[in-house]
């Protein structure tokens, strides 16, 4: 304890990220040695399982922005999700056969037809396109607060997934492949050119000792340490700081000269940015964008890793959106196994995935009553929620003293006496 408290306090939120990083680094390499039967859990997620879960905590950070930072409730995440996921169908895969376009990809061969750009690019444009999808999005959302907000933000949510289920057919045009989705999409890789200088691999494919699932996780665990970074940089900026004094009070803030409808803009365009990243990088990663992965229930989901997180807090929804995606993936399976194995007999067997939203929402709910403020909350929101729970406004401001009390005024009046 006495090491600890001679760190800096500004330098102490550091130490758990220069422990977590090498760890998570690493993880592809110790997995497979850690025991199986640990209780209730039984293992932790393979390193495939845990790309998933990383582009999950992703997309979690990004939403942060919007609902964490601005205090913009949006219940149509998801969208941005499928936009970005099907950028990178539409330029870097054979969907559109009747163009041979070809920068920068790899392991792809010339005579393919499509658009097959190099996937890092993709990502970018994927981000860039989304970012725009997400002002399109925002615009007429700026003047709604609250539940109207809410509600339009899930109409668009709902918007997007049913037009790529039925984008198959746009007067005689193809652009969604409807409900087969577009697969397959190219793999990212470095070329033989970085290959043969630096030994970088050529492609994300099975010629990468023992499975490329150990390139894209360390390619998406990059991704998630670049947004929270840039997320840290966006919530100490200028930018930020409106984005603060909006949440806490919109026309205080729009009184004091913060452009309200220039700063939400922001905040949608940025969010949407790593929302767009996030789903193409699943989409290489998948090798395909199906309309089947962007239903409604994945911005409920992302919702609530941000509210059990914490709004606000970037380390809180990393951790949350960790938690959350495990059970999504593989938790709920194994628990629910080491339940029927343990806890209920043979004739009682319980399908606990089958309830995982209801589980969801149950710890929500207890989160909402027995820690308000998140799991890591931010420093700001837990000084808001603390303050106000003490009541300080439910006093009176004055002690009224009556006429016949000890110390009234000459004149038989009541006396105003200040508190404190």
């Not at 700026?142 to 918007?159: C, H, K, N, P, Q």
């Not at 089958?354 to 929402?361: S, V």
Request: proline share 6%; net charge negative.
């Amino acid at each position: 304890m006495a090491e600890w408290r001679r760190i800096p306090p500004r330098y102490r939120g550091w130490v758990p990220l220069l422990v977590a990083v090498p760890l998570a680094v690493t993880y592809p390499f110790y997995v497979t040695g850690l025991p199986t039967n640990i209780p209730v859990i039984l293992t932790l997620p393979t390193v495939h399982d845990s790309v998933t879960i990383l582009v999950f905590v992703v997309m979690a950070v990004g939403l942060n922005v919007v609902v964490g930072y601005a205090g913009l409730l949006d219940l149509g995440y998801v969208a941005f999700y499928a936009i970005g996921a099907y950028t990178a169908g539409w330029l870097a895969s054979g969907q559109f056969q009747q163009i041979n376009f070809h920068f920068g990809a790899v392991g792809v061969n010339s005579s393919e037809t499509g658009i097959h750009i190099s996937v890092w690019l993709v990502l970018l444009l994927a981000g860039v396109v989304t970012a725009i999808g997400g002002i399109l999005i925002g615009l007429p959302t700026l003047r709604l607060r609250g539940d109207y907000l809410a509600i339009v933000t899930l109409g668009f949510g709902e918007i997007i997934p049913q037009f790529v289920r039925n984008g198959d057919d746009l007067h005689g045009f193809d652009l969604t492949h409807g409900t087969f989705g577009i697969s397959p999409i190219d793999a990212p890789g470095f070329g033989q050119t970085l290959h043969n200088a630096v030994g970088l691999p050529v492609r994300y494919d099975n010629s990468f000792p023992p499975t490329p699932d150990r390139l894209f996780f360390w390619t998406v665990l990059g991704i998630l340490l670049l947004t929270v970074f840039c997320s840290m940089r966006l919530r100490d900026s200028r930018l930020g700081r409106a984005w603060i004094a909006i949440r806490e009070d919109e026309t205080a803030a729009g009184a004091m000269g913060i452009p309200l409808m220039r700063t939400k803009t922001w905040a949608y365009a940025i969010g949407a940015f790593f929302g767009g990243i996030a789903g193409a990088y699943v989409a290489t990663f998948n090798s395909g964008a199906f309309p089947s992965q962007f239903d409604f229930n994945i911005s409920i989901f992302l919702l609530c890793m941000v509210i059990l997180g914490g709004m606000g807090s970037i380390w809180g929804v990393v951790l949350a959106g960790t938690i959350l995606a495990w059970l999504n993936v593989e938790g709920l399976a194994n628990i629910g196994s080491w339940l029927n194995s343990n806890v209920f007999p043979s004739s009682h067997q319980i399908d606990v995935p089958k309830y995982e939203f209801g589980i969801y929402g149950i710890i929500i709910v207890l989160m909402m009553l027995f820690r308000p403020i998140g799991l890591i909350p931010e420093r700001r929101r837990k000084r808001e929620i603390e303050e106000g729970s003490l009541g300080p406004l439910d006093e009176p401001l004055y002690e009224m003293r009556g006429a016949d009390e000890p110390g009234a005024g000459e004149r038989g009046e009541s006396e105003r006496i200040p508190r404190g």
